[in-house]
């Protein structure tokens, strides 16, 4: 039975961040009604992430962006921590072997004119200030330019930052402690462009990063062991040309701040990131250090996990019960995104003597390194990332599946497995067993592999809409593949 209740939205969403919007175009996509409420009155210009990894790199590109968004920025095929050491991104498996350094803003932009486009609606200066929910739906409560007003739905998502007011109203604890404090932020003109397109380090003075706009602007992120102020002291421009030219050994002539602020990064974790029907994405959920760029990027793969469970829960085809693996599946992630970024902002805060001593070691025998950077590389990327797979279930369930070739069957018919997810549903891959899926035609795709003889000839996939796969299965029987469409697809259309 659908949740869809007559004169209400399918799903609210809270917050017009990358992580709101991507999960706003999802479901707008599929059909469903959406309302995006965002308390700002008009779109930030305060970009936080400029790393875009190449698993969000291929969920974009399985909606249609990802060509777009990587001609706004430069692809990085290597990261270089600590002076010497690299992480090599140019040899991981994907149709995106880099970091592509692009604003936050890019992001945004191409995922708000999705969203609209397909029909969801983004309220600006409607602030969150009420929530209830019953066995029906949530009602929240805004306060506007025009007043207070009430917004309901079968469902509702905070995705509402680190300081989400939707996180308070439900009083969901958000565990956790402060990394660093007082750290230093601007955005400014430069005399000399740094030799690297990211130029970071860390000494026993502190720590400092600068990342380009592309536009002739650059950020720069700077903490000073020695000089710790409060968060709303003012931040002088020579300290921070100072601090940069002591870590870096050059400030690259600083000029011209079009703005400056002090922050605290923090490391926190919700216990759950579902009450009832609210749930918690991005930020909301989990923040931690900036160390590694994957703060945006976990917030959007939360929403690119969620978005698929709430179009079947509203399509009244799926248990109640996918719906809760958004908790299991997305939160031993989030703790394993803090425990790597922890980590490495750690390392290169370096205030014992033995952690500074590790910094020293990693960076002498940086060349040696190459299978654990490797596996860095795949970590701080997202692809490593798999979900949990029942007892003796085929190798490949739960994995993250690459960009597969595909045959094509018509004109204009996809090629390639992310273009078939375009469609925003599953899809089955195998030489001969499509004909059985013709029941479920309005949730799947079907396609047959390019190459017939493969090493998947005798494997039939079929692939969640966020390009994991849900159940393989070497020369299954056609009874299995039945029973396995009807447990992730619900029973056959009438």
């Avoid at 990063?209 to 002291?233: K, M, N, S, T």
């Avoid at 299991?328 to 803090?338: F, S």
């Avoid at 690459?402 to 899809?427: I, N």
Wanted: glycine share 10%.
């Amino acid at each position: 039975m659908s949740d869809k209740q007559p004169g209400a939205d399918d799903v609210l969403v809270v917050g017009a961040g990358p992580t709101g919007l991507l999960l706003a175009g999802d479901l707008a996509s599929a059909g469903l009604r959406v309302t995006v409420l965002e308390k700002r009155a008009a779109e930030s210009n305060l970009t936080r992430a400029f790393a875009v990894h190449a698993r969000t790199l291929e969920q974009l590109d399985a909606r249609g962006l990802a060509d777009d968004l990587v001609a706004t920025g430069t692809p990085l095929g290597s990261l270089r921590l600590f002076g010497r050491l690299r992480v090599e991104l140019d040899q991981l498996p994907t149709r995106f072997p880099f970091v592509l350094i692009t604003p936050q803003s890019q992001t945004e932009r191409l995922l708000h004119e999705r969203a609209v486009k397909a029909g969801a609606s983004v309220l600006r200066g409607a602030e969150v200030t009420g929530l209830r929910q019953d066995g029906r739906g949530v009602t929240l409560t805004t306060a506007g330019p025009d007043g207070p007003r009430e917004h309901r739905a079968a469902y509702a998502v905070g995705a509402d930052g680190v300081r989400s007011t939707v996180r308070d109203l439900l009083g969901i604890p958000f565990p956790g402690e402060s990394v660093v404090d007082s750290v230093l932020l601007a955005d400014v003109r430069l005399e000399r462009e740094p030799a690297d397109l990211l130029t970071a380090g860390a000494t026993e003075a502190g720590f400092a990063f600068l990342a380009p706009f592309g536009d002739g602007w650059y950020r720069v992120i700077a903490w000073d062991r020695h000089h710790q102020l409060p968060e709303d002291a003012p931040v002088a421009l020579p300290h921070l040309a100072e601090l940069t030219r002591t870590v870096l050994g050059e400030d690259f002539g600083l000029h011209d701040p079009r703005w400056m602020s002090r922050f605290h990064s923090d490391e926190r974790q919700v216990p759950s990131y579902r009450s009832g029907r609210v749930f918690l994405a991005g930020d909301a959920a989990h923040c931690h250090s900036p160390a590694g760029g994957q703060g945006m990027n976990t917030g959007l793969q939360d929403a690119a996990n969620l978005s698929w469970k709430l179009v079947a829960a509203l399509r009244g085809w799926a248990p109640d019960a996918l719906l809760d693996t958004y908790q299991t599946e997305r939160h031993p992630v989030g703790r394993a995104v803090l425990r790597s970024s922890g980590a490495l902002i750690r390392v290169a805060l370096a205030h014992s003597a033995p952690t500074r001593a590790l910094r020293t070691a990693l960076t002498s025998v940086a060349d040696h390194l190459g299978p654990v950077t490797r596996i860095g590389a795949r970590q701080v990327s997202g692809l490593s990332v798999r979900y949990p797979a029942p007892p003796h279930a085929h190798p490949l369930t739960g994995r993250r599946l690459p960009d597969l070739r595909l045959a094509v069957d018509r004109p204009g018919g996809p090629a390639r497995l992310y273009e078939a997810l375009r469609a925003g549903r599953a899809v089955l891959i195998s030489n001969d067993e499509l004909a059985v899926a013709a029941p479920w035609a309005g949730r799947l795709v079907t396609a047959a592999p390019a190459d017939p003889h493969g090493k998947l000839r005798d494997t039939v996939l079929l692939v969640r809409p966020d390009g994991y796969a849900a159940w393989a299965a070497v020369d299954p029987t056609q009874g299995e593949l039945l029973s396995a469409l009807t447990e992730w697809l619900g029973r056959p259309e009438e």
